[in-house]
Protein backbone atom coordinates (compact mmCIF):
# COMPACT_ATOMS: atom_id res chain seq x y z
CA UNK A 1 0.00 0.00 0.00
CA UNK A 2 2.69 2.45 0.85
CA UNK A 3 4.60 1.53 -2.41
CA UNK A 4 1.22 2.33 -4.68
CA UNK A 5 1.34 5.47 -2.56
CA UNK A 6 5.28 6.86 -3.23
CA UNK A 7 4.34 5.55 -6.85
CA UNK A 8 1.50 7.86 -6.83
CA UNK A 9 3.00 10.64 -5.56
CA UNK A 10 6.40 10.35 -7.71
CA UNK A 11 3.72 10.41 -10.97
CA UNK A 12 2.13 13.96 -9.34
CA UNK A 13 5.09 15.44 -9.13
CA UNK A 14 6.63 14.76 -12.20
CA UNK A 15 3.07 16.25 -13.50
CA UNK A 16 3.10 19.01 -11.34
CA UNK A 17 6.58 19.88 -12.36
CA UNK A 18 6.02 19.24 -16.04
CA UNK A 19 2.74 21.53 -15.87
CA UNK A 20 4.97 24.36 -14.15
CA UNK A 21 7.36 24.51 -16.87
CA UNK A 22 5.00 24.64 -19.96
CA UNK A 23 5.33 28.03 -21.73
CA UNK A 24 1.49 27.79 -23.43
CA UNK A 25 0.44 30.97 -24.92
CA UNK A 26 -1.70 32.50 -27.72
CA UNK A 27 -0.47 35.90 -29.10
CA UNK A 28 -3.24 38.60 -29.80
CA UNK A 29 -2.96 41.82 -31.94
CA UNK A 30 -2.67 45.65 -31.02
CA UNK A 31 -1.95 47.34 -34.23
CA UNK A 32 -3.17 51.02 -35.13
CA UNK A 33 -5.69 51.25 -37.73
CA UNK A 34 -3.47 51.66 -41.16
CA UNK A 35 -4.09 55.31 -42.86
CA UNK A 36 -6.11 53.69 -46.04
CA UNK A 37 -4.37 53.83 -49.34
CA UNK A 38 -6.60 51.80 -51.26
CA UNK A 39 -5.72 50.32 -54.75
CA UNK A 40 -9.04 50.08 -56.97
CA UNK A 41 -8.47 46.53 -57.25
CA UNK A 42 -11.16 43.44 -56.13
CA UNK A 43 -8.46 40.81 -54.63
CA UNK A 44 -9.11 37.57 -52.68
CA UNK A 45 -7.24 36.21 -50.20
CA UNK A 46 -6.71 32.36 -49.27
CA UNK A 47 -5.81 31.77 -45.50
CA UNK A 48 -4.83 28.32 -45.61
CA UNK A 49 -4.94 25.51 -42.47
CA UNK A 50 -1.01 26.17 -42.20
CA UNK A 51 -1.58 29.78 -41.62
CA UNK A 52 -4.86 29.77 -39.76
CA UNK A 53 -3.84 26.94 -37.27
CA UNK A 54 -0.48 27.92 -36.76
CA UNK A 55 1.29 27.36 -33.47
CA UNK A 56 4.98 27.22 -32.80
CA UNK A 57 5.88 24.41 -31.03
CA UNK A 58 9.54 23.63 -29.22
CA UNK A 59 10.51 21.04 -26.33
CA UNK A 60 14.26 20.80 -25.70
CA UNK A 61 16.30 21.26 -22.32
CA UNK A 62 15.81 25.08 -22.37
CA UNK A 63 12.59 25.55 -23.57
CA UNK A 64 10.14 23.02 -22.19
CA UNK A 65 7.20 22.52 -23.21
CA UNK A 66 6.61 26.10 -25.58
CA UNK A 67 3.16 26.15 -27.34
CA UNK A 68 2.71 29.86 -29.04
CA UNK A 69 -0.58 30.14 -30.70
CA UNK A 70 -0.24 32.26 -33.70
CA UNK A 71 -2.56 31.36 -35.89
CA UNK A 72 -5.88 33.52 -35.08
CA UNK A 73 -3.66 36.93 -34.73
CA UNK A 74 -2.09 36.25 -38.31
CA UNK A 75 -6.01 36.02 -39.38
CA UNK A 76 -6.35 39.24 -37.63
CA UNK A 77 -3.18 40.89 -38.84
CA UNK A 78 -4.24 40.88 -42.32
CA UNK A 79 -8.30 41.59 -42.14
CA UNK A 80 -6.87 44.72 -40.55
CA UNK A 81 -4.37 45.72 -42.88
CA UNK A 82 -6.12 44.33 -46.51
CA UNK A 83 -9.14 46.25 -46.68
CA UNK A 84 -7.02 49.75 -46.28
CA UNK A 85 -4.68 48.42 -49.45
CA UNK A 86 -7.45 47.32 -51.93
CA UNK A 87 -10.98 48.69 -52.42
CA UNK A 88 -12.41 44.86 -52.22
CA UNK A 89 -11.36 41.94 -50.74
CA UNK A 90 -13.13 39.12 -50.20
CA UNK A 91 -11.43 35.72 -48.09
CA UNK A 92 -11.85 32.28 -50.12
CA UNK A 93 -11.74 28.74 -49.17
CA UNK A 94 -9.37 27.42 -52.24
CA UNK A 95 -7.60 29.45 -54.92
CA UNK A 96 -9.00 27.13 -57.65
CA UNK A 97 -12.50 27.87 -59.42
CA UNK A 98 -11.62 31.60 -58.73
CA UNK A 99 -11.73 32.29 -62.43
CA UNK A 100 -15.02 34.09 -63.75
CA UNK A 101 -15.53 35.34 -60.19
CA UNK A 102 -13.88 39.02 -61.33
CA UNK A 103 -10.65 38.68 -59.04
CA UNK A 104 -7.90 41.00 -59.93
CA UNK A 105 -5.33 38.49 -58.02
CA UNK A 106 -5.28 36.24 -55.23
CA UNK A 107 -3.40 37.11 -52.14
CA UNK A 108 -1.69 33.51 -49.87
CA UNK A 109 0.00 34.49 -46.80
CA UNK A 110 2.30 32.10 -45.83
CA UNK A 111 4.43 32.28 -42.82
CA UNK A 112 7.73 30.76 -43.27
CA UNK A 113 9.93 31.00 -39.74
CA UNK A 114 9.26 32.31 -36.40
CA UNK A 115 12.00 32.66 -34.09
CA UNK A 116 12.27 33.73 -30.26
CA UNK A 117 15.08 35.03 -28.32
CA UNK A 118 14.79 35.57 -24.25
CA UNK A 119 17.02 37.94 -22.14
CA UNK A 120 19.39 35.23 -20.60
CA UNK A 121 19.67 33.86 -24.24
CA UNK A 122 20.64 36.64 -25.54
CA UNK A 123 22.67 38.15 -22.28
CA UNK A 124 20.66 41.19 -22.91
CA UNK A 125 17.53 43.05 -21.03
CA UNK A 126 15.07 42.27 -24.27
CA UNK A 127 12.54 39.77 -25.28
CA UNK A 128 12.60 39.51 -29.39
CA UNK A 129 10.72 37.92 -32.18
CA UNK A 130 11.07 37.44 -35.93
CA UNK A 131 8.35 36.74 -38.05
CA UNK A 132 9.01 35.56 -41.77
CA UNK A 133 6.50 35.40 -44.35
CA UNK A 134 6.12 34.37 -47.88
CA UNK A 135 3.29 36.71 -49.74
CA UNK A 136 2.05 34.79 -52.73
CA UNK A 137 0.36 37.23 -55.41
CA UNK A 138 -1.08 35.25 -58.47
CA UNK A 139 -3.85 35.57 -60.82
CA UNK A 140 -6.72 33.56 -60.28
CA UNK A 141 -5.29 31.22 -63.21
CA UNK A 142 -2.76 30.14 -60.90
CA UNK A 143 -0.08 32.16 -62.47
CA UNK A 144 2.14 33.92 -60.40
CA UNK A 145 2.75 37.75 -60.09
CA UNK A 146 4.72 37.64 -57.38
CA UNK A 147 6.39 36.55 -54.17
CA UNK A 148 6.86 39.04 -51.61
CA UNK A 149 9.80 38.05 -48.94
CA UNK A 150 8.97 39.92 -45.77
CA UNK A 151 10.55 39.90 -42.36
CA UNK A 152 8.95 41.51 -39.22
CA UNK A 153 11.02 42.06 -36.08
CA UNK A 154 9.90 43.31 -32.79
CA UNK A 155 11.62 44.12 -29.28
CA UNK A 156 10.44 44.82 -25.98
CA UNK A 157 11.86 48.06 -24.94
CA UNK A 158 14.51 48.37 -22.22
CA UNK A 159 11.87 49.74 -19.20
CA UNK A 160 9.53 47.18 -19.84
CA UNK A 161 11.68 44.17 -19.89
CA UNK A 162 12.47 45.04 -16.26
CA UNK A 163 8.64 44.13 -15.39
CA UNK A 164 8.91 41.65 -18.06
CA UNK A 165 12.07 40.12 -16.48
CA UNK A 166 9.21 38.58 -13.76
CA UNK A 167 7.18 37.28 -16.39
CA UNK A 168 8.31 35.90 -19.70
CA UNK A 169 5.27 35.49 -20.82
CA UNK A 170 4.45 39.13 -21.26
CA UNK A 171 7.48 40.10 -22.75
CA UNK A 172 7.48 37.72 -25.53
CA UNK A 173 3.94 38.60 -26.58
CA UNK A 174 4.88 42.16 -26.86
CA UNK A 175 7.60 41.81 -28.58
CA UNK A 176 5.90 39.61 -30.54
CA UNK A 177 3.11 42.01 -31.31
CA UNK A 178 5.65 44.48 -32.38
CA UNK A 179 7.09 41.97 -34.66
CA UNK A 180 3.19 41.84 -36.24
CA UNK A 181 3.31 46.10 -36.18
CA UNK A 182 6.58 45.90 -37.94
CA UNK A 183 5.74 43.24 -40.38
CA UNK A 184 2.00 45.11 -41.31
CA UNK A 185 3.77 48.17 -42.11
CA UNK A 186 6.34 46.48 -44.42
CA UNK A 187 3.87 44.76 -46.35
CA UNK A 188 2.05 48.16 -47.13
CA UNK A 189 5.31 49.96 -48.26
CA UNK A 190 6.48 47.14 -49.83
CA UNK A 191 3.35 46.24 -51.88
CA UNK A 192 3.16 49.64 -52.82
CA UNK A 193 7.12 49.61 -54.22
CA UNK A 194 7.17 46.22 -55.58
CA UNK A 195 8.50 46.05 -58.99
CA UNK A 196 6.45 43.09 -60.16
CA UNK A 197 3.19 45.01 -58.22
CA UNK A 198 4.06 48.23 -60.44
CA UNK A 199 4.33 46.37 -64.24
CA UNK A 200 1.25 44.37 -62.78
CA UNK A 201 -0.46 47.60 -62.48
CA UNK A 202 0.79 49.03 -65.47
CA UNK A 203 -0.43 46.22 -66.75
CA UNK A 204 -4.23 46.44 -65.95
CA UNK A 205 -3.48 50.71 -66.24
CA UNK A 206 -3.40 51.08 -62.71
CA UNK A 207 -0.45 53.75 -61.13
CA UNK B 1 43.84 70.55 14.52
CA UNK B 2 44.33 67.45 13.30
CA UNK B 3 40.30 66.60 12.94
CA UNK B 4 40.58 70.09 11.33
CA UNK B 5 42.60 68.65 8.43
CA UNK B 6 40.55 65.46 8.10
CA UNK B 7 37.21 68.45 8.07
CA UNK B 8 38.84 70.29 5.62
CA UNK B 9 39.91 67.23 3.58
CA UNK B 10 36.11 65.70 3.62
CA UNK B 11 35.08 69.13 2.39
CA UNK B 12 37.59 69.53 -0.28
CA UNK B 13 36.92 65.70 -1.64
CA UNK B 14 33.49 66.43 -1.71
CA UNK B 15 33.37 69.21 -3.43
CA UNK B 16 35.61 68.23 -6.03
CA UNK B 17 33.00 64.72 -6.47
CA UNK B 18 29.89 67.48 -6.77
CA UNK B 19 31.64 69.82 -9.06
CA UNK B 20 32.80 66.49 -10.85
CA UNK B 21 29.24 65.15 -11.03
CA UNK B 22 28.44 68.70 -13.53
CA UNK B 23 28.31 67.84 -17.68
CA UNK B 24 29.74 69.97 -19.72
CA UNK B 25 27.69 70.75 -23.04
CA UNK B 26 28.60 71.64 -26.79
CA UNK B 27 26.16 72.90 -29.46
CA UNK B 28 26.23 73.51 -32.65
CA UNK B 29 22.90 75.21 -34.52
CA UNK B 30 23.11 75.58 -38.57
CA UNK B 31 20.14 77.45 -39.85
CA UNK B 32 19.45 76.67 -43.88
CA UNK B 33 16.58 78.67 -44.64
CA UNK B 34 15.79 82.24 -43.55
CA UNK B 35 12.45 82.09 -42.85
CA UNK B 36 11.18 80.29 -39.56
CA UNK B 37 7.42 80.55 -39.18
CA UNK B 38 5.37 79.32 -36.71
CA UNK B 39 2.63 80.70 -35.41
CA UNK B 40 0.55 79.87 -32.01
CA UNK B 41 -2.25 77.52 -33.41
CA UNK B 42 0.83 75.68 -35.67
CA UNK B 43 2.28 72.27 -33.95
CA UNK B 44 5.22 70.36 -34.00
CA UNK B 45 6.23 66.96 -33.86
CA UNK B 46 9.50 65.59 -32.60
CA UNK B 47 10.08 61.81 -33.67
CA UNK B 48 13.24 59.33 -32.81
CA UNK B 49 15.40 57.59 -35.53
CA UNK B 50 15.12 54.24 -34.59
CA UNK B 51 16.23 52.25 -37.85
CA UNK B 52 19.50 51.05 -36.58
CA UNK B 53 18.90 48.45 -34.16
CA UNK B 54 22.40 49.49 -32.08
CA UNK B 55 21.42 53.41 -32.09
CA UNK B 56 17.84 53.56 -31.27
CA UNK B 57 16.92 57.20 -30.07
CA UNK B 58 15.40 56.39 -26.59
CA UNK B 59 11.79 57.50 -26.75
CA UNK B 60 12.35 59.11 -23.07
CA UNK B 61 14.59 61.89 -24.41
CA UNK B 62 12.43 62.54 -27.60
CA UNK B 63 9.57 63.18 -24.53
CA UNK B 64 11.93 64.96 -22.35
CA UNK B 65 12.26 67.75 -24.91
CA UNK B 66 8.91 67.25 -26.44
CA UNK B 67 7.93 68.11 -22.67
CA UNK B 68 10.19 71.34 -21.95
CA UNK B 69 8.97 72.87 -25.69
CA UNK B 70 5.35 72.59 -24.52
CA UNK B 71 5.98 74.06 -21.18
CA UNK B 72 7.50 77.66 -19.92
CA UNK B 73 8.26 80.40 -21.78
CA UNK B 74 7.21 80.37 -25.30
CA UNK B 75 5.30 77.32 -25.62
CA UNK B 76 5.04 75.55 -28.68
CA UNK B 77 2.50 72.73 -29.38
CA UNK B 78 3.54 69.62 -29.81
CA UNK B 79 2.55 66.56 -30.83
CA UNK B 80 3.01 63.08 -28.92
CA UNK B 81 5.20 61.03 -30.91
CA UNK B 82 3.54 57.86 -30.06
CA UNK B 83 0.17 59.56 -30.81
CA UNK B 84 1.76 60.93 -34.37
CA UNK B 85 3.21 57.49 -35.08
CA UNK B 86 0.17 55.72 -34.36
CA UNK B 87 -2.06 58.02 -36.69
CA UNK B 88 0.63 57.39 -39.57
CA UNK B 89 0.52 54.61 -39.73
CA UNK B 90 2.61 52.20 -41.31
CA UNK B 91 4.25 55.44 -42.95
CA UNK B 92 6.70 56.23 -39.69
CA UNK B 93 7.66 53.40 -38.23
CA UNK B 94 11.40 52.39 -37.58
CA UNK B 95 11.72 50.46 -41.02
CA UNK B 96 9.10 52.69 -43.43
CA UNK B 97 9.57 56.50 -42.17
CA UNK B 98 11.22 58.94 -44.77
CA UNK B 99 14.95 59.16 -44.45
CA UNK B 100 15.09 62.06 -46.80
CA UNK B 101 12.47 65.30 -47.21
CA UNK B 102 12.22 64.39 -51.08
CA UNK B 103 10.19 61.07 -49.53
CA UNK B 104 7.77 62.91 -47.27
CA UNK B 105 7.31 64.85 -50.53
CA UNK B 106 6.13 61.25 -52.16
CA UNK B 107 4.21 60.76 -49.24
CA UNK B 108 2.18 63.93 -48.40
CA UNK B 109 1.00 63.47 -51.96
CA UNK B 110 -1.28 60.66 -50.29
CA UNK B 111 -4.35 62.94 -50.12
CA UNK B 112 -5.35 61.43 -46.59
CA UNK B 113 -1.38 61.44 -45.11
CA UNK B 114 -1.74 65.26 -46.01
CA UNK B 115 -4.76 65.83 -44.19
CA UNK B 116 -3.58 64.40 -40.94
CA UNK B 117 -1.07 67.13 -41.20
CA UNK B 118 -3.33 69.63 -41.88
CA UNK B 119 -5.98 68.36 -39.07
CA UNK B 120 -2.75 68.51 -36.27
CA UNK B 121 -1.48 71.61 -37.49
CA UNK B 122 1.94 70.27 -38.30
CA UNK B 123 4.51 73.15 -39.51
CA UNK B 124 7.90 71.15 -38.70
CA UNK B 125 8.89 68.02 -38.43
CA UNK B 126 12.01 67.46 -36.48
CA UNK B 127 14.09 64.11 -36.56
CA UNK B 128 16.06 63.53 -33.65
CA UNK B 129 19.01 60.71 -34.37
CA UNK B 130 21.78 59.83 -31.54
CA UNK B 131 21.18 58.15 -27.69
CA UNK B 132 23.56 58.92 -24.74
CA UNK B 133 25.95 55.70 -23.59
CA UNK B 134 28.12 54.82 -21.21
CA UNK B 135 31.85 55.02 -22.71
CA UNK B 136 34.07 53.85 -20.42
CA UNK B 137 34.23 52.53 -16.74
CA UNK B 138 36.56 51.76 -13.68
CA UNK B 139 36.87 50.52 -10.00
CA UNK B 140 34.73 48.31 -8.26
CA UNK B 141 32.62 47.63 -5.17
CA UNK B 142 32.73 44.85 -2.53
CA UNK B 143 29.31 44.59 -0.86
CA UNK B 144 30.18 41.39 1.69
CA UNK B 145 27.45 40.91 4.07
CA UNK B 146 26.88 41.90 7.73
CA UNK B 147 27.58 44.88 9.28
CA UNK B 148 30.83 45.14 6.98
CA UNK B 149 28.67 46.86 4.02
CA UNK B 150 30.08 47.83 1.12
CA UNK B 151 33.39 49.03 0.07
CA UNK B 152 34.87 50.40 -2.67
CA UNK B 153 34.93 53.17 -6.00
CA UNK B 154 33.54 53.16 -9.55
CA UNK B 155 33.12 55.89 -11.80
CA UNK B 156 32.34 55.97 -15.42
CA UNK B 157 31.76 58.50 -18.37
CA UNK B 158 28.59 59.43 -20.21
CA UNK B 159 28.09 61.07 -23.60
CA UNK B 160 25.73 62.27 -25.40
CA UNK B 161 24.88 62.92 -28.97
CA UNK B 162 21.89 64.37 -30.58
CA UNK B 163 21.26 65.50 -34.15
CA UNK B 164 18.19 67.61 -34.76
CA UNK B 165 17.08 68.28 -38.16
CA UNK B 166 13.78 70.45 -38.61
CA UNK B 167 11.68 69.82 -41.76
CA UNK B 168 9.52 72.54 -42.70
CA UNK B 169 6.21 70.78 -43.76
CA UNK B 170 5.17 73.67 -46.07
CA UNK B 171 7.94 74.34 -48.12
CA UNK B 172 9.43 70.47 -48.26
CA UNK B 173 12.72 71.89 -47.18
CA UNK B 174 15.37 71.12 -44.09
CA UNK B 175 14.79 74.22 -42.27
CA UNK B 176 18.25 73.92 -39.85
CA UNK B 177 20.04 71.29 -37.64
CA UNK B 178 20.79 71.66 -34.35
CA UNK B 179 23.48 69.26 -32.15
CA UNK B 180 24.36 68.91 -28.70
CA UNK B 181 27.14 66.90 -27.29
CA UNK B 182 27.19 66.52 -23.81
CA UNK B 183 29.87 64.89 -21.49
CA UNK B 184 30.06 63.97 -17.65
CA UNK B 185 31.65 61.86 -15.33
CA UNK B 186 29.66 59.84 -12.64
CA UNK B 187 31.09 58.48 -9.33
CA UNK B 188 29.67 56.10 -6.78
CA UNK B 189 31.68 55.65 -3.82
CA UNK B 190 30.68 53.24 -1.07
CA UNK B 191 31.74 53.15 2.56
CA UNK B 192 29.43 51.02 4.12
CA UNK B 193 26.87 52.15 1.91
CA UNK B 194 27.50 53.08 -1.95
CA UNK B 195 26.61 56.76 -2.17
CA UNK B 196 25.54 57.86 -6.51
CA UNK B 197 26.75 61.11 -7.42
CA UNK B 198 25.48 61.00 -10.78
CA UNK B 199 25.61 63.21 -13.87
CA UNK B 200 22.88 63.90 -15.27
CA UNK B 201 24.17 63.82 -19.46
CA UNK B 202 20.74 63.13 -21.00
CA UNK B 203 18.94 65.13 -18.64
CA UNK B 204 21.36 68.08 -19.72
CA UNK B 205 21.33 67.25 -23.01
CA UNK B 206 17.50 67.51 -23.55
CA UNK B 207 17.69 70.28 -21.51
CA UNK B 208 19.95 71.75 -23.95
CA UNK B 209 18.48 70.86 -27.31
CA UNK B 210 15.14 72.42 -25.79
CA UNK B 211 16.10 75.56 -25.32
CA UNK B 212 17.96 75.72 -28.46
CA UNK B 213 14.72 74.16 -30.71
CA UNK B 214 13.12 77.10 -28.88
CA UNK B 215 15.06 79.81 -30.17
CA UNK B 216 15.06 78.22 -33.40
CA UNK B 217 11.37 78.11 -33.75
CA UNK B 218 10.81 81.13 -32.20
Given amino acids: ?207 | MRAQIYDLLLITLASSLLAACNTVTVIDKQKVLDTIDLNDKDSIVLLGRRHSHQHETESDYISCVGTNLSTGNEMINVIPEHQFIDAMYPYFEASTAPMNIDRLGELVQQPLILKKFTDYNIRYLIWVEGNTETIDNSGAISCAGGPAGCFGFVMWNDEAHYEAKIWDINQLALSGKISTETQGTSYLPAVILPIPLLASVKADACAGMATQLKEFLK
Avoid at chain 1, 41 to 52: C, F
Avoid at chain 1, 94 to 99: A, C, G, P
Avoid at chain 1, 111 to 130: G, M, N, R, V, Y
Fill in chain 1, 1 to 207: MLKQFRYIFILCSILLTACGQSFIVETSLDVPQPVPSPLPLKMAVLYEPQLREYTYTENNEDRINWSIKIGPSQVQLFDLILPAMFTSIDHIEQSSNTEGQGYDAIIIPEIKDIQFALPFETKSTLHETWIKYAIHIQQTNGIEITTMHVIGYGKSSNKTSIKFMLNEKEGLLYATNQAFRDLAAKIIVTFQSNSDIQKWLVSKSIH
